[in-house]
């Protein structure tokens, strides 16, 4: 997959990707021998790189995988309270994979795990506007205004939140079952959205991100992700 080069060097760990684009201008990199320029794309797989002579160090594969977070389990790699990590769920592919955002504790379903920092940074930012969808199990009266008031903006710790879509999937007397899609990921976003309308999540479940849906992935389970979905999450931002 072709890259910028700056972006290239700057994952080989050799230069800052400011530092990288100074060696460019200064004409100090080569790609298959000829002299790049700022703005020049590669391919780390398949081209020769080389700064000031020297051929860069290789690149660790990329590795994007889904995995179905169980509750019970913080979404770190390591845990100053003992707790489980996610990090031992995905610990046979013998290589350090980062969580993309992050789901609570008591929360369970899709979590995108990869070591491409990148890829990560692009799908967390706040204005990738990356679509999130929860199947939520609440308690209380889940009438029409109450739809209509999660379907609204919400102030939720100093902060308004966008619209939210919320579909009813199941409904009793008692409460039901929900589907919410936002679009920000805010801490504890949908638990305390329906706080405020007056529900209590019993089971937070994501079943999708950007497109992407968890499937029939069993709980606990991973998978890598394909390439179809890895093109969608990356078209999302």
Known sequence: MEERLQKIIAASGLASRRAAEELISAGK???NGAVAALGDKADAAKDRITVEGRALPPQEEKVYIMLNKP???????????????VAELV???GLRLFPVGRLDMYSEGLLI???DGAFADRLMHPRGGVEKCYRTTVTGSVSLSVIERLREPM???????????????KLTERGGVLLVTICEGRNRQVRKMCEQAGLKV??????SEGGVR????????????????????????
């Open 29 to 31: 990199v080569r790609v």
């Open 71 to 85: 509750k019970g389990y913080v979404t770190t790699l390591n845990d100053e309270k003992g707790r489980r990590t």
């Open 91 to 93: 610990k046979d592919i």
């Open 113 to 115: 795990m990869t070591n």
């Open 155 to 169: 102030m939720i710790d100093g902060y308004r939140t966008n619209g939210a879509g919320v579909e009813p999937e």
């Open 202 to 207: 019993t089971r937070l479940q994501r079943i």
């Open 214 to 237: 968890l499937g029939d992935l069993k709980t606990g389970e991973w998978r890598p992700l394909t390439r179809a979905e890895i093109d969608r999450l990356e078209h999302t931002v």
